[in-house]
């Protein structure tokens, strides 16, 4: 069934052995076209702030033109669509980000894009939806009345979950022609296209951290950022006092309170269960600033690093991630996505621990310009 609802060539990479995967220069095209290499900065105004001598860059990928990392895995998968000889693409987003990734993606490609948005988000992320249907895209609220998915869990008062998003992208493909689905997280190609992030910010960096921090939803920016940086770590190559940490929502807290089992990655099972730390497929969290955090599950590769103890994870109150967003704001003039601020109150809260002088390094994932909502509810002073 796999091969009725994926590009060919991301299943053969979910599943590859091989260390290194070619980008087709296609995708490297385009890459170049919405602005890679993104920036590595040093964030000197949050050091003052904080009135602590440490010293903390970030990886800026909201400079690319969704306003997040989420375009680097979407270039290659609608690439890979269409080389398979689809015409339309589906798939589900919560906070909107990955869907406005797959909804430029597919018009530079040529594709037809149909985005499935959790309700709670697509009432409160409307410009992200008018920004989905200027690249072209055709945008439900899930659960929808368009699928059978849909209809079951369907009420005025459901808030949806990525879970359900999923299973109803899935079967919208299952249900037509020349369409494939595109996964915005959790599966490993995603997590391997994300890894441009890393092998960038190795080359930029001018110190080697102390600590890598990411946010995590289902896994690809942390992962993207981190994993070229563990591969050198446990190969002896680098990064030897390196410690990575994972920032996640209290909300949607799988790697500090979730079990590792397995267990589906969408709702109603269409989805082949991989072993993940995960709260249960049926779990659907509160409807939180950070919807792209409300996920149930995290990838399988970063799973085990967390049970291996290769990966620490702490999770975090939206209030008082909002608290470190605003002075982040305030103090390098980039107002962080609410995802990306769960990484800044991490490394705020780092920076109190650890000695003068020390290091980190973090993802800023994507910036918060089209999350007036949250910002507005956040009541910040």
Not at 5 to 17: K, R
Not at 127 to 148: C, H, I, L, N, W
Not at 234 to 244: A, D, H, P
């Amino acid at each position: 069934m796999l091969t009725k609802i994926l590009p060919s060539a991301l299943i053969d990479q979910e599943f590859t052995a091989e260390r290194w995967i070619p980008i087709p220069e296609e995708v490297r095209e385009a890459y170049a076209r919405m602005g890679r290499p993104t920036p590595f900065r040093r964030a000197e105004g949050f050091e003052r702030r904080l009135g602590l001598k440490v010293h903390i860059y970030y990886k800026y990928e909201g400079a690319l033109p969704v306003g997040s990392h989420k375009l680097n895995t979407a270039l290659a998968q609608a690439y890979y669509a269409k080389l398979d000889g689809a015409e339309e693409v589906a798939t589900e987003t919560g906070a909107g980000q990955w869907g406005m990734a797959v909804s430029l993606a597919a018009a530079l490609f040529g594709l037809k894009a149909v985005v499935f948005m959790t309700r709670s988000s697509y009432n409160s992320k409307r410009q992200r939806v008018a920004f989905m249907k200027t690249y072209g895209a055709t945008v439900y609220p899930s659960p929808s009345d368009v699928t059978e998915t849909g209809r079951k869990f369907n009420r005025p008062d459901h808030p949806g979950s990525l879970g359900i998003a999923i299973s109803e992208a899935v079967e919208y493909t299952l249900a037509g022609e020349r369409r494939r689905y595109l996964p915005g997280s959790v599966l490993e190609f995603v997590l391997i296209h994300q890894s441009v992030i890393g092998l960038e910010a190795i080359r930029q960096m001018p110190e080697e951290p102390d600590y890598a921090v990411g946010c995590v939803g289902g896994g690809s920016n942390f992962g993207g950022f981190a994993y070229p940086m563990i591969g050198m770590k446990l190969r002896g190559e680098g990064f030897g006092r390196t410690r990575f940490l994972a920032a996640e929502s209290a909300a949607a807290p799988k790697l500090t309170a979730g079990e590792y089992r397995y267990d589906f990655p969408d709702a109603v099972g269409v989805l082949p269960m991989i072993k993940m730390y995960t709260l249960g497929h049926d779990f659907v969290p509160p409807a939180v600033h950070a919807a792209g955090l409300r996920y149930h599950g995290a990838a399988p590769s970063l799973s085990i690093l967390k049970r291996l103890g290769l990966v620490e994870a702490v999770a975090y109150r939206q209030e008082e991630v909002f608290e470190a967003a605003v002075a982040f704001a305030r103090s390098e003039g980039i107002i962080p996505a609410p995802e990306s601020s769960h990484a800044i109150r991490a490394v705020a809260d780092l920076a109190k621990k650890l000695p003068p002088g020390s290091v980190i390094a973090f993802n800023l994932s994507g910036h918060g310009l089209l999350d007036v909502d949250a910002y507005e509810k956040a009541h910040v002073a």
